[in-house]
């Protein structure tokens, strides 16, 4: 990885953590009452925003981790089921976001959403975990351990975020205080991407410190 490729890169993942926090904060306004069903359906665009740019920014790092392996076939299937996943779920996310804006049925709209995106999280633990124990054992002990300690808690805060997700869209389908349970759902994930998007960060200079050295 080139200097100009880092800085593009770096640069890449600002949106990341900017529409997670853009999510995080909608959300907060939402359940203080203020505006709360019109910055239900925003979250859930900002949210899908978030996703589609964590995945071109963990199809990024799949792509340097397949560079490295013997002829890149070290779980190539797997991770690109993965980032498909990331894609699809921001899309509709964003579209189930714009419709619910036009009130059509936003409760159920965004209930199901609340589903795609916790399954989604749930999917991007399995491909999470393996990128991080690649890197462990590519990388020796003295190479930022705590970095990949932290992406592992991360991964776990994922993986309880996606289950609570699921559930709480569950529960606002059947009608059980739908807005307030979706602008929840909407705030946990907000915070999971942005910290994500933070990682990814972190790690990507991590690597380009290792690969000028």
Known sequence: MDKKEFEVLEIGNMPVILAGVATTVLAIIGLANILPKA????????IGAALILVG????????????????GKVGSKMMTAGIGMEMIAGIASIVLGILSLLKMDPAILLGVDAIIVGLAMLDMCSSDSRMNSYRAA???????AYLRETVS???DIQFLVGLGMVTLGILALIGITPVVLILVAFLAGGVVLGLKGTTLAARLSQEHKETVQ
């Open 138 to 144: 590519s990388s020796t002990a003295s190479k930022k």
């Open 56 to 71: 071109i920014a963990v199809a990024v790092e799949k792509r340097h981790i397949l560079a490295e392996t013997i002829e």
């Open 153 to 155: 808690a991360i991964i």
């Open 39 to 46: 910055l239900v359906s925003i979250s859930a665009i900002a």
